[in-house]
């Protein structure tokens, strides 16, 4: 076999030279047999022989030797060490441009030299990209939706071409959308649909693509393919009903698709996607409060479905899952509640709905994601809602968990949502039973390390609430105020320059406040307030220079 193939890329060589085409196909046919009998050893060979650059000008589009010339290049670039020497050789150029040809086997075969040449490789499928095969390629799979093998290489090529972003405008100013709907409108085999769903996922990322895709009518083809998979047991439905709904729920993530879906609360597919919470299936429940979540994106949205009476069905889902503890169909359903509560007018119905006390069922989850959006629920909901802060407030079960997660180093969200609970409790209820609370629950620490916090708005909302503890219970925050440093913290603010003006502020509402305790009006003289203060009343801001005057008559006085 060795010495055929040595004697057939000789004969090549001269063959191409004087392209004579019949001594040139007996070659061919000579190289093809030697890459199916040991495809890495012919293909060395080819490579030392200096065959390569000879391709390009047999790569004619007119000539019959074309197949099988594109056949071979895409056999030896299966090998990993042959692909650049094919770059070097010169051979995408001419690949590329037969892809404009009409003949099905040279499509077929230059697709598949194509993939192999760039296969794994995001800067040769750039270059393809910046050559312009995309809107080729979509054009041709319209042409040829016929043909199994042609409409595959196209769904494999597209696959990989849509990993990269770059490739995300040129796909959008194609009708590829319309193309693959239409594809899949037609597919009957799991194996074809999954090959479509390869391409889609990708794709939707885009929002653009995601609009193309609704009004393509995917949005038709994945309720379809839902109603056909929700009681199969193959595993074949399990995943397509998987791909389906995830797809579903990746379209929603786009607000232009989603408010087309959305269609005022009254569009079919909402109701169709609503009607997925109450289902028995898992992957539906999950597809379904996902698909709330991100629906409630906007205010008029969320008031329009809290309306309509969505609370009670993710609460009754929720209910589902508290001993069957599904971790990914909690946070959901949690993630849902969230965002529906964030409209001042739902928080006082989703309360007398019973929100808070379901959610509440959820305080012993170990699962950090839970956890997580547990608390972004509570905090949401008593947002300017005084009666329920006092309520939770005063919850000693409640405090003493969120002052274990408030420790939480590993989980650095679930540590800073606990902390702005914690915070939120006492600012929306100014309740001193949440302040006696708090205390008892050893809370005021972790309010003071949030101070120092790197986000503004988290160091105000703990000063904030630091205040009303210093004006509600001085006496029994004295002992924790001094633990935990608080008077070297507001100095540091204080003196900092960097410090928001809302900090200063609020700073220098804590320092008044605590003058009335011995022990924190001793460490405040240590540090000389005093020098900080008085630097304070020329701010910009009046509010803060203003204060600044109070605190400093407030520290004279007292000196």
């Known amino acids: 076999m060795a010495d055929n193939l040595s004697d057939a890329l000789k004969k090549l060589k001269l063959a191409s030279a004087d392209s004579t085409t019949d001594s040139v196909e007996s070659?061919?046919?000579?190289?093809?047999?030697?890459?199916?009998?040991?495809?890495?050893?012919?293909?060395?060979?080819?490579?030392?022989?200096?065959?390569?650059?000879?391709?390009?000008t047999l790569l004619a589009p007119q000539s019959s030797c074309t197949p099988k010339v594109a056949n071979i290049i895409a056999e030896v670039a299966k090998n990993e060490f042959m692909r650049s020497p094919c770059v070097e050789a010169g051979l995408i150029p001419p690949l590329v441009q037969l892809l404009h040809s009409k003949d099905h086997e040279v499509l077929l075969q230059t697709g598949r030299a194509l993939g192999n040449i760039c296969y794994d490789s995001h800067s040769l499928q750039a270059q393809l990209i910046n050559m312009g095969v995309i809107p080729t390629l979509v054009?041709?799979?319209?042409?040829?939706?016929?043909?199994?093998?042609?409409?595959?290489?196209?769904?494999?090529?597209?696959?990989?071409?849509?990993?990269?972003?770059?490739?995300?405008?040129?796909?959008?100013?194609?009708?590829?959308?319309?193309?693959?709907?239409?594809?899949?409108?037609?597919?009957?085999?799991?194996?074809?649909?999954?090959?479509?769903?390869?391409?889609?996922?990708?794709?939707?990322?885009?929002?653009?693509?995601?609009?193309?895709?609704?009004?393509?009518?995917?949005?038709?083809?994945?309720?379809?393919?839902?109603?056909?998979?929700?009681?199969?047991?193959?595993?074949?439905?399990?995943?397509?009903?998987?791909?389906?709904?995830?797809?579903?729920?990746?379209?929603?993530?786009?607000?232009?698709?989603?408010?087309?879906?959305?269609?005022?609360?009254?569009?079919?597919?909402?109701?169709?996607?609503?009607?997925?919470?109450?289902?028995?299936?898992?992957?539906?429940?999950?597809?379904?409060?996902?698909?709330?979540?991100?629906?409630?994106?906007?205010?008029?949205?969320?008031?329009?479905?809290?309306?309509?009476?969505?609370?009670?069905?993710?609460?009754?889902?929720?209910?589902?899952?508290?001993?069957?503890?599904?971790?990914?169909?909690?946070?959901?359903?949690?993630?849902?509640?969230?965002?529906?509560?964030?409209?001042?007018?739902?928080?006082?119905?989703?309360?007398?709905?019973?929100?808070?006390?379901?959610?509440?069922?959820?305080?012993?989850?170990?699962?950090?994601?839970?956890?997580?959006?547990l608390l972004g629920t509570l905090r949401m909901l008593i947002d300017t809602q005084a009666d329920a802060a006092d309520q939770l407030g005063t919850n000693g079960k409640l405090v003493e968990r969120l002052v274990e997660w408030c420790e939480a180093k590993d989980h650095a969200g679930v540590m800073g949502e606990s902390n702005r609970l914690l915070s939120a409790l006492i600012r929306h209820s100014k309740s001193k039973d949440v302040v006696k609370t708090v205390i008892q629950g050893a809370g005021v620490k972790h309010l003071v390390v949030m101070a120092t916090s790197e986000h503004m708005i988290m160091q105000n909302e703990a000063l904030v609430a630091l205040g009303l503890i210093a004006g509600l219970d001085l006496v029994g925050a004295e002992k924790d105020f001094v633990g935990a440093g608080l008077v070297k913290v507001l100095h540091k603010l204080l003196s900092d320059e960097m410090s928001a003006p809302e900090v200063k502020y609020n700073s220098m509402v804590i320092i008044c406040a605590v003058m009335g305790s011995e022990p924190l009006h001793k460490e405040v003289q240590g540090l000389a307030f005093i020098d900080v203060v008085s630097k304070l009343r020329s701010h910009e801001n009046k509010t803060v220079s203003h204060q600044a005057s109070l605190t400093e008559q407030r520290l004279t006085a007292q000196s």
Do not use: Y
């Open 27 to 56: 070659c061919l046919d000579c190289l093809l047999k030697a890459l199916a009998h040991n495809n890495a050893d012919a293909s060395e060979k080819i490579q030392e022989m200096g065959v390569l650059p000879l391709l390009p």
């Open 139 to 373: 054009k041709l799979l319209g042409l040829h939706s016929d043909n199994t093998a042609l409409t595959e290489m196209c769904l494999i090529a597209f696959g990989n071409l849509a990993e990269l972003e770059s490739s995300k405008e040129q796909f959008a100013s194609t009708n590829i959308a319309e193309e693959l709907v239409r594809l899949f409108q037609r597919q009957a085999e799991h194996e074809k649909k999954e090959m479509i769903f390869e391409v889609l996922a990708p794709l939707a990322e885009n929002d653009v693509i995601k609009l193309q895709l609704v009004e393509a009518g995917l949005v038709e083809c994945l309720l379809d393919v839902v109603v056909h998979t929700v009681d199969g047991v193959r595993e074949e439905d399990v995943a397509q009903l998987k791909t389906a709904s995830d797809l579903m729920v990746l379209l929603l993530l786009g607000d232009e698709s989603m408010q087309r879906l959305f269609e005022g609360g009254k569009g079919s597919v909402f109701q169709r996607v609503l009607s997925w919470v109450p289902s028995h299936n898992h992957q539906l429940q999950l597809a379904g409060a996902l698909a709330i979540a991100n629906f409630a994106r906007n205010d008029g949205n969320c008031i329009h479905m809290v309306e309509s009476g969505i609370v009670q069905k993710l609460l009754e889902l929720l209910d589902r899952h508290v001993d069957e503890g599904n971790v990914t169909v909690q946070h959901a359903a949690l993630s849902a509640l969230r965002n529906l509560a964030i409209p001042v007018v739902n928080k006082a119905k989703m309360l007398s709905a019973g929100v808070s006390d379901t959610v509440l069922k959820f305080l012993p989850s170990e699962m950090p994601p839970v956890q997580f959006k």
